[in-house]
């Protein structure tokens, strides 16, 4: 997002009929040096495919799966909400220190993100 500082490595939402047939999508991202690396069965068919450089993510969801319209609100929401999208930049720079692995920096900066998506719901309707 323009405006946003961000890490190292771009997360790539692609949204595929059915997650669970790697067969249809594997093999073409692969063959650019895509490498599978995570499969997550148990929350929402969730694949991950990663790429070394640059550094990339490419997370697979299904076609209805609330985890990709998610995203989009909250990226929607940064891009015209200024204040929130420097709260969350702040987090981000925040969790940096301490190390250890991806899923400790997310757990540093989550609360952060909790109160965006509250105020963003909210503003939505949806609580």
């Given at each position: 997002?323009?405006g946003l500082a961000g890490k190292n490595v771009v997360d790539i939402d692609l949204t595929v009929t059915n997650p669970a047939d790697e067969e249809a999508y594997?093999?073409?991202?692969?063959?650019?040096?895509?490498?599978?690396?995570?499969?997550?069965?148990?929350?929402?068919?969730?694949?991950?495919?990663?790429?070394?450089?640059?550094?990339?993510?490419?997370?697979?969801?299904?076609?209805?799966?609330?985890?990709?319209?998610?995203?989009?609100?909250?990226?929607?929401?940064?891009?015209?909400?200024?204040?929130?999208?420097?709260?969350?930049?702040?987090?981000?720079?925040?969790?940096?220190?301490?190390?250890?692995?991806?899923?400790?920096?997310?757990?540093?900066?989550?609360?952060?993100?909790?109160?965006?998506?509250?105020?963003?719901?909210?503003?939505?309707?949806?609580?």
């Open positions: 997002m323009p594997v093999p073409a991202l692969s063959s650019i040096g895509y490498i599978l690396t995570v499969r997550e069965p148990s929350w929402h068919q969730h694949r991950c495919l990663q790429l070394q450089s640059p550094r990339a993510n490419v997370h697979v969801f299904g076609s209805d799966c609330p985890e990709t319209i998610r995203h989009r609100m909250f990226r929607d929401w940064l891009s015209t909400h200024p204040a929130d999208r420097l709260l969350y930049e702040s987090a981000k720079r925040a969790a940096i220190p301490g190390g250890g692995h991806v899923m400790d920096y997310n757990r540093r900066k989550s609360a952060v993100i909790r109160e965006i998506y509250d105020r963003l719901f909210r503003d939505a309707g949806m609580l």
